[in-house]
């Protein structure tokens, strides 16, 4: 399967024009037609993005959602998301591709995925609105182009008030139209599913015969992210809303845990037990240790 990371490596994947901005894009999909692979097999990408299709035929499948509404429809695709479709090459609409990087630059986007769950749905619902709201819609996506295309020095700050304002007027006609307690219940089973596989993978990983890829740094949500294929930011978001601590308090508990076990229930020395939980030096797990429990490995060893 092709796993695209930046928004560049897609649309050449995909048989369209660079972007004039690697972290950020808007395009009609007017302006696509003729040059866009009509036919795409499943794929993944790293960023997010948000469409609009007016008029059109064939269909985008997210995830397992295979009912690609007929009509006026808004569909959105999240990082790491598995992706296709295959489409008549009459689309007209907008989309616009925002990287993690263009989101993480902006203090407006810190809740996100709190304040805009059906960008975190891995199965993301595309969900058909009525005509009358086309306008509204069209008219948000018509001024962030408009801004891009610009020479504006300041055009990026407005860009990120219209994607707020599209993210909200979608938001509204996504409650409108989509059974909101469903869409909350896909959200908590999708996401108390990851919870339990990172909780797993965590312990797994620091298990004595576990095969460890070279580039793992077990102290790290960035391993875990990359092994559940999701991205580092997700992950957190996820497992603080529903432990209330982040992804590293995590994986920091558990290796307390191991370490106090280690350290009173075997005679190891601070030193096999340091390299035992993956740390560099054991200069490095003391300070640690004591930073966590307010005291030293071997004064924690004596008390126990």
Not at 109 to 114: C, E, K, V
Not at 262 to 270: D, N, R
Request: proline share 5%; glycine share 4%; charged share 20%.
């Amino acid at each position: 399967m092709q796993h695209f990371k930046t928004i560049t490596e897609y649309c050449k994947a995909i048989g369209i024009s660079s972007p004039k901005h690697p972290h950020f894009d808007i395009r009609s999909f007017e302006e696509n037609m003729g040059q866009v692979i009509s036919e795409m097999p499943p794929f993944r990408h790293e960023f997010y993005s948000i469409a609009i299709k007016s008029e059109g035929g064939g269909k985008a499948i997210s995830g397992y959602h295979t009912d690609f509404p007929e009509g006026v429809t808004i569909f959105f695709n999240s990082p790491f998301q598995i992706l296709s479709w295959d489409i008549v090459p009459d689309w007209s609409g907008y989309y616009i591709m925002i990287s993690q990087d263009f989101l993480a630059s902006s203090h407006i986007f810190d809740r996100l995925l709190d304040d805009y769950p059906f960008l975190k749905i891995d199965e993301s619902i595309p969900f058909e609105i009525n005509n009358e709201d086309l306008p509204e819609i069209l008219n948000i996506y018509e001024r962030i182009k408009h801004e891009y295309l610009s020479d504006n020095q300041d055009k990026f700050s407005f860009i990120q008030s219209y994607i707020l304002l599209l993210l909200n007027q979608v938001r509204r006609l996504f409650d409108r139209q989509v059974d909101s307690q469903k869409a909350k219940d896909q959200i908590r089973s999708a996401d108390v599913k990851l919870l339990s596989r990172f909780q797993k993978l965590i312990k797994t990983s620091f298990y004595p015969d576990a095969v460890i890829e070279t580039f793992a740094n077990l102290h790290s949500p960035s391993y875990y992210a990359t092994v559940l294929n999701i991205h580092p930011n997700h992950l957190n978001a996820v497992v603080k809303s529903i432990t209330g601590k982040t992804a590293l308090n995590h994986i920091h508990n558990h290796i307390i845990k191991l370490a106090k076990s280690e350290l009173i229930q075997t005679s190891l020395s601070v030193k096999e037990i340091a390299y035992n939980l993956h740390f560099e030096s054991p200069n490095n797990f003391s300070s640690f240790f004591k930073k966590h429990t307010g005291v030293t490995p071997l004064t924690y060893r004596k008390k126990g």
